[in-house]
T-cell receptor, first 113, second 115 residues
Framework: GESVGLHLPTLSVQEGDNSIINCAYSNSASDYFIWYKQESGKGPQFIIDIRSNMDKRQGQRVTVLLNKTVKHLSLQIAATQPGDSAVYFCAEKEDQAGTALIFGKGTTLSVSS | DGGITQSPKYLFRKEGQNVTLSCEQNLNHDAMYWYRQDPGQGLRLIYYSQIVNDFQKGDIAEGYSVSREKKESFPLTVTSAQKNPTAFYLC??????????????FGEGSWLTVV
């Protein structure tokens, strides 16, 4: 069954606002998490990842926060731009050979000018 | 350019036919994956392969088959036993070694429609 999910299927923001996309996971054994961005009709693109020994990781305009106590993951996008409009997926994985990423359903981010 | 190439981009299948989706990668990745995505849904794992000549079923393997005769190739056959094959199919690969060993990279996908 699916072990990763997102709190909201859609999120609408204004250009320039900060966006926060949330994700809950249920597998306590998961120790690696990734955020992907998928534009319409294309394959998912890697955005940022985080291991379970960290609680925060920053990239360019993006920050991922991990709260292992409540099994919650979030993606923060600073100064959201129209080009950020896409579906965002979180995925989890156990750090052992032979396991695959498990994906949630995704959150559709719509950015209006 | 290095990457994952899926073909064809669009494919139409008549009911009762088998079709094969191609996936080739020149990233020298050991592991390869096939996911299925239905409209508005997340990705579900069909099959994956950690090494050549070996593969494992994912969550929704029924009606599908794969082979892994070469490291760079992982074709997916959608058989007539798959009752609802219309979907977007995504191939992915992963370098199991190195600092990015857990990151999975995706191809651009193949749309399969049953007519």
């Amino acid at each position: 069954g699916e072990s990763v999910g997102l709190h909201l299927p859609t999120l609408s923001v204004q250009e320039g606002d900060n966006s926060i996309i949330n994700c809950a996971y249920s597998n306590s054994a998961s120790d690696y998490f990734i955020w992907y961005k998928q534009e319409s009709g294309k394959g998912p693109q890697f955005i940022i990842d985080i291991r379970s020994n960290m609680d925060k990781r920053q990239g360019q305009r993006v920050t991922v926060l991990l709260n292992k106590t409540v099994k919650h993951l979030s993606l923060q996008i600073a100064a959201t731009q129209p080009g950020d409009s896409a579906v965002y997926f979180c995925a989890e994985k156990e750090d052992q050979a032979g396991t695959a990423l498990i994906f949630g359903k995704g959150t559709t981010l719509s950015v209006s000018s | 350019d290095g990457g994952i190439t899926q073909s064809p981009k669009y494919l139409f299948r008549k009911e009762g036919q088998n079709v094969t989706l191609s996936c080739e990668q020149n990233l020298n990745h050991d592991a390869m994956y096939w996911y299925r995505q239905d409209p508005g849904q997340g990705l579900r794992l069909i099959y994956y392969s950690q090494i050549v000549n070996d593969f494992q079923k994912g969550d929704i393997a029924e009606g599908y088959s794969v082979s892994r005769e070469k490291k760079e190739s992982f074709p997916l056959t959608v058989t007539s036993a798959q009752k609802n094959p219309t979907a977007f199919y995504l191939c992915a690969s992963r370098n199991v070694r190195g600092r990015s060993g857990n990151t999975i990279y995706f191809g651009e996908g193949s749309w399969l429609t049953v007519v």
